[in-house]
């Protein structure tokens, strides 16, 4: 399966990424987004009514949708094993893989995307110092906390929302039909262990950007909330309810030009929200306008719609190649 990759480099960009129409591709990881959203006793009927929302919400945009599961490379932290199994292809479920890979020039998604012309953004909000990592990943632009500048009210170890990383993001590098297509790659965190305080979600985007986000009431409630370590799974539910209330919001925003959007979870959260002898497993949704393209992951065995299916596709890294047969020109295949 990683030799999918090498041939995709190996091929004109047009037949490589042809099913794509030079669309931008917004690669977004969730988090700590286990089955377990769909799957806990708890967990899965409490998250059913959003659920359903963002179905709406994806509908209404004039999108299609088609999910399934993957197996991740970790469970409950070191996210990027299975960012960088994606992105490369490799399974990096051994920690000590993933190191070796940093040493080498193998080349990534990110690689292939620029080949073809794309710009290729890395948005990282958890990382509020340098990362020499990031050199590996080859991204022509890399943005970290510090370059998103977040003024409201500080939201767990982390402090930034998902919400206002992609506002200040698309503030800062608006589109225009002009530019490059672009491949985002965001890693989200405020979804990160312990799960709170859970922010709001703000249907004004642009408030987000001003030093008062949400208003003085929302911040004495977000600065004086309770976070419990010993009972985490109200605030899960809690954090994916506005996850999935975000995403929703997200598709409603006005576009100069259509994206195609891949959302993975990351990881099962620990095995005390999870629950003893939880699965590694993780939903997957592709989002899209073109009927056409979507059709070609249901072939590839996704399934239509939020709900994804068993049994999971294969590992983390298979869904690399998985991507690669479906945005292959429909005559060039990738083999």
Known sequence: ????????????????????????????????????????????????????????????????????????????????????????????????????????????????????????????????????????????????ARDLQYEGPPLGYWKVPHQFSLARFNQLYPLSEKDPPRFLFFPTITSHLPFGPVPPYQPDWERLLTPDPFGAEETERLRTAYVDWLDMLPNYIGMFDYTYRWLGGYLQLPEPREAVML???????????????????????LVTRDPVLLQRFVDLGFRPGLEPARPALGGMHDLNALLLRAFAAPSAGAH
């Open 263 to 285: 959302w993975v979870g990351d990881h099962q959260p620990a095995a005390s929200v999870s629950g003893e002898g939880a699965n590694w497993e993780v939903p997957v949704h």
């Open 1 to 144: 399966e990683a030799k999918v990759l090498e041939n995709a480099l190996k091929a004109p960009p047009d037949e490589a990424l042809g099913s794509l129409r030079g669309r931008d591709f917004k690669l977004i990881f969730l988090e700590s987004y286990g089955a377990m959203a769909f799957e806990h006793p708890r967990a899965g009927p409490e998250l059913a009514p959003a659920r359903s929302q963002l179905a709406k919400d994806i509908a209404g945009s004039g999108r299609l949708v088609a999910s399934a599961y993957v197996r991740a490379a970790t469970f409950a932290g070191a996210s990027e094993l299975s960012h960088l199994s994606l992105l490369s292809g490799i399974d990096l479920s051994d920690p000590l893989r993933h190191d070796l890979l940093l040493t080498t020039r193998r080349p990534t998604l990110s690689s292939l995307f620029a080949r073809a012309g794309y710009q290729t953004v890395g948005l990282y909000p958890a990382l509020s110092w340098d990362w020499a990592e990031s050199r590996f990943y080859g991204f022509d632009l890399f943005l970290d």
